[in-house]
């Protein structure tokens, strides 16, 4: 609907009627008869004008000058092209802020985009209609709760800056379900959502949604020279190597959101050790690097820069990584009598890496002083909470894991491998093995199978009650081709290093993403940048891409690490920009079904919003149409 | 012949509805100026040189003027016998002739010589009249042609005194109207059997086209005899309109043109002006013709004889 935000400005129009008598009392031309035109025409050029088009061209440049009179007055009137909404009683906006919002499109980023179109929107709302500003990205916040003072809504709106935190859809899907609910303490309500997602698939109900979407210029665009991508980092960690005290592996990830070169700078404490170029193609937008860094014996921070032209998105550029100087694992081997198999191979580490303290069931207490507890032949009564295990030949079932054992066993020969990029797999040959199987293992929640065979898991691995933990029922002293191979101690040392490595980390070097609220000691939360934040009841959330450390000597980084942010994978599909959401029977629904039916005046940025610009553009081409058609030259 | 030209004459008189109040262009007193311009030109010729238009050459006339030695090629009948019988030499006997001249009028009639400045007009018909009582007074014969989109001649050839007042009605019927050509008017002169005389082309020059004027003036550089090209103008021609916004009309045409007028171009339409004129006149010296520029805002007496003078055939000048 076309709205005028200062109508008084249409009094300018009063010119026209100016313009009219001006027209109609113009002064003529004085006649002169002349012997000869020659010598006027001669220095002015041959023209051959007709009189009816002299008075085609006088009654043109009267119109193109109505025209132009016209344009200014209703410039002047500011025009706003804004979606019917009379009778809406109340307004929740729903803004986007997560990090992609931050890209740049055409000098301006998607949230400041998105906050004029929810400008004009506001400036459509009848008087009296209530409004909402929320704002989301993993958090939900109500910037502005339910009032009438538009004011207060866009100052709050203008206020809003994007956050480098990656949403997520269930985090979206709150944020609705909460805007929803605002909405409808009034009907009738509705959500407008500003975002650069695609229209979500569960529109809550009782209330119009209606998305002004922003992005579509470089969302999903293949780059060619002068197109703008965006290249980040999905993911980057770094581990000790598992025979190496001295070298760690460093894993980064690079997405690009289209064919690009980007330019990959690793630095240890400052120092570049590496300087990789990655070429990304249409078909090839991910690229992992593996290389060894090393960070010296007091730890360092890595940081890995990529940098490449016409870059949309800062924020997924720079990731830190705090790495602790290393220290040996702990491991408390509790068992009655371990398998020697499993002896050998924890001798095989070196101390500076893993310190193995055998423990007697009759000592043990779940306090023990270790990073890792190994458990071989012996389970204690209930599951130690909190804290990483590793089970090798478990006698019987302890909730979560469930344990069927088999009395005689089973020859398994390359047992099936459910993840072979698991980082407990990490070396250890599984095609190769032929091992003995004992038990068959199940869990109700958490552990994952890495290894089954023809009657069930044999080795599982994942998270339980808060730790990461690994299970495995195998005799290694019975196995035909395992113990004597490396994939045996392999797989103990990458069981124990991956269960302790959350422990390890958890004191120095925490590695988040953006938006993670996590437990830390002080009371202060300080970024490298110089920002301090604080911490209450002992958490924190991660607000920016950096390293931070607390008063309470916890430290650590943060940065996106998400692959959908980097690649601008925010799939906009235009069939599903809007839609209708509720009873049908909403008399105000019905009666603006028109606006919903022809969405693209919302989603086209040519014909919503402010259309002051382009009438003084019209204004101003109009002048100069007349000028040239009418007064180019002296003759008409 | 004669009714053709009565007719024709007659059908410009009643469609002449351009033509100016004539009472006080050809009226008496003005008959009374040419006759003492006739005089007073006839008084001069007299003072410079005796005899009316003798021509060098010896004619066959009665009246004797010179004997001289017979010499081979000679007409033999010329032979004075009876100075031979007495001197024994052979004389002939040599006449003079009386060459009689005809006098060639052609009056521009386009509408440009009545608009928008009707001086023109009125000087050019009282610069015919003067032109044709003079041939007449001498009794020359005079030819009166009018020069449109063709050439028309308006009178038989005249001879004598008694034809003036037909030639003042002439040109008082005369129409001024119409595009004119000149170039197209004077392809069609023609003068007739007898070549010899004086021709005067009276006409402003301009029209829908003034750059076709030397050319159509070059044409005349065949004529035999004495040409006067007279340049009819008006001062205000030289000179622009006034700055503004014109409406601008061809008086030949009815060409309408709408300009805006500024100082540059009131200049640029001077320098054009005068390169046209200077372009007639170079064309005319270049044919051996003698151009005269008519100004209206000069007396006519002073122009009349200035312009006689200018050369010999008619009234006997230098």
């Known amino acids: ?636 | 012949m004669a009714s053709n030209l009565s007719s024709a004459a007659t059908e410009r008189t009643d469609s002449s509805s351009s033509r100016a109040p004539d009472d006080d262009l050809l009226d008496a007193a003005f008959l009374d100026r040419l006759r003492a311009l006739f005089v007073q030109l006839r008084r001069r010729r007299r003072q410079r040189k005796q005899g009316a238009q003798q021509a060098p050459a010896a004619g066959h006339t009665r009246e004797f003027k010179d004997h001289r030695h017979y010499s081979r090629g000679d007409d033999w009948r010329a032979i004075d016998w009876r100075l031979y019988a007495r001197l024994d030499k052979l004389f002939i006997r040599v006449f003079e002739e009386i060459q009689e001249l005809h006098v060639h009028v052609l009056l521009d009639r386009s509408a440009s010589m009545i608009e928008p400045y009707p001086a023109k007009r009125r000087d050019a018909l009282r610069l015919t009249v003067g032109l044709g009582f003079l041939a007449l007074a001498n009794n020359h014969r005079l030819s009166f042609h009018t020069l449109g989109d063709g050439c028309q001649r308006e009178l038989p050839p005249l001879k004598g005194q008694g034809h003036v007042q037909a030639l003042v009605e002439r040109c008082r019927a005369i129409s001024f109207a119409g595009n004119g050509d000149l170039d197209q008017a004077l392809a069609r002169f023609r003068a007739g059997a007898d070549r010899r005389g004086v021709a005067f082309v009276i006409t402003d020059g301009l029209g829908s086209d003034p750059a076709r004027t030397s050319d159509a003036l070059r044409r005349l550089a065949a004529w035999p005899g004495e040409t006067h090209v007279v340049r009819i103008a008006d001062p205000a021609e030289a000179e622009p309109a006034p700055v503004g916004e014109l409406l601008l009309e061809a008086v030949e045409g009815g060409e309408r043109r709408r300009i805006w007028l500024t100082a540059t171009e009131q200049q640029l339409y001077r320098d054009r002006y005068r390169a046209w004129t200077d372009d007639v006149e170079r064309a005319c010296v270049a044919s051996s013709m003698i151009c005269s520029t008519w100004s209206t805002a000069v007396p006519f007496d002073t122009q009349f004889v200035e312009m006689l003078s200018r050369g010999d055939a008619l009234a006997g000048g230098r």
Not at chain 1, 265 to 282: E, M, Y
Not at chain 1, 385 to 391: A, D, E
Not at chain 1, 488 to 497: A, K, M, Q, V
Not at chain 1, 552 to 573: E, H, I, N, P
């Open chain 1, 1 to 636: 609907m076309l709205r005028f935000l200062d109508p008084m400005g249409w009094w300018w129009a009063v010119a026209l009627a100016a313009a009219i008598v001006l027209y109609l009392i113009r002064p003529r031309p004085r006649r002169l008869r002349v012997a000869t035109l020659a010598f006027y025409l001669a220095p002015l050029g041959a023209v051959s004008d007709t009189p009816w088009l002299q008075r085609l061209k006088r009654l043109l440049s009267f119109v193109l000058t109505a025209m132009l009179l016209l344009a200014t007055a209703a410039a002047l009137a500011k025009p706003v092209l804004a979606p019917v909404v009379d009778g809406l009683k109340t307004a929740v906006i729903l803004v986007d802020r997560s990090a992609s919002m931050g890209a740049v499109d055409g000098g301006r980023t998607r949230l400041a985009q998105a906050i004029d179109k929810a400008r004009i929107q506001l400036d459509a709302l009848p008087p009296g209609a209530a409004v909402a500003v929320i704002a989301y990205d993993r958090r939900t916040d109500i910037v502005v709760p339910r009032t009438t003072d538009r004011r207060a809504a866009l100052r709050a709106l203008e206020a809003l800056t994007p956050r480098p935190i990656a949403s997520e859809d269930s985090r979206r899907s709150a944020a609705l379900a909460l805007a929803a609910r605002l909405a409808a303490i009034e009907a009738p309500g509705a959500v407008w959502e500003c975002t650069d997602r695609a229209a979500p698939d569960d529109i809550p109900s009782g209330v119009a949604y209606v998305r002004l979407a922003v992005g579509e210029a470089s969302n999903g665009v293949n780059a060619g020279s002068n197109v703008r991508v965006n290249v980040g980092i999905a993911a980057c960690d770094a581990r000790p190597l598992p025979m190496d005290t001295v070298h760690q592996e460093l894993y980064l990830a690079v997405v690009a959101s289209g064919a690009c070169t980007a330019t990959a700078d690793i630095s240890v404490d400052g120092q570049a050790i590496a300087l990789r170029t990655i070429a990304f193609t249409a078909d090839h937008l991910e690229e992992r690097v593996v290389l060894p860094i090393e960070p010296g014996p007091t730890g360092g921070v890595v940081t890995v820069q990529v940098t490449t032209p016409g870059d949309v998105l800062a924020c997924d550029d720079r990731a830190d990584l705090v790495l602790p100087p290393p220290r040996p694992l702990k491991v408390a081997l509790i068992g009655p009598a371990p398998d020697a198999f499993l002896q050998l191979a924890l001798a095989g580490f070196s101390a500076d890496q893993i310190v193995v303290q055998a423990v007697k069931p009759e000592a043990w207490k779940p306090d023990l002083p270790a990073d890792v507890l190994l458990f071989a032949g012996w389970l204690p009564p209930v599951w130690p909470l909190g804290r990483p295990v590793v089970m090798c030949d478990s006698p019987q079932s302890l909730a979560p894991l469930s344990v069927t054992l088999l009395p005689e066993g089973v020859g398994v020969d390359s047992p099936r491998t459910a993840d072979p990029g698991h980082p407990v797999l990490y070396g250890v040959a599984s095609p190769r093995v032929t091992l003995w199987q004992q038990a068959v293992l199940g869990a109700d929640s958490g552990l994952a199978p890495l290894w089954s065979s023809a009657v069930g898991p044999l080795l599982m691995a994942g998270d339980v009650h808060g730790a990461r933990a690994v299970v495995m029922s195998l005799a290694p002293g019975k196995s035909e081709r395992l113990a004597l191979l490396a994939s045996w101690p392999l797989l103990i040392g990458n069981s124990l290093l991956w269960a302790g490595q959350p422990a390890r980390e958890s004191a120095a070097g925490r590695r988040c993403r953006t938006g993670d609220v996590v437990a830390v000691r002080g009371n202060e939360l300080r970024w490298a940048d110089g920002s301090v934040a604080s911490v209450r009841g002992g958490w924190a959330e991660l607000d920016r891409v950096g390293r931070w450390t607390t008063d309470g000597g916890d430290s650590g980084s943060a940065a996106v690490f998400s692959a959908d942010v980097s690649g601008l994978k925010m799939d906009l599909r235009g069939a599903a920009d809007h839609a209708t959401a509720g009873n049908s029977s909403s008399s105000w629904l019905s009666s603006s079904s028109w606006l919903f039916s022809s969405s693209w005046l919302l989603s086209s940025s040519w014909l919503s919003g402010d259309l002051v610009p382009g009438l003084v553009g019209l204004a101003a081409a109009l002048l100069l149409l007349e000028a040239w058609l009418c007064h180019r030259r002296g003759i008409h």
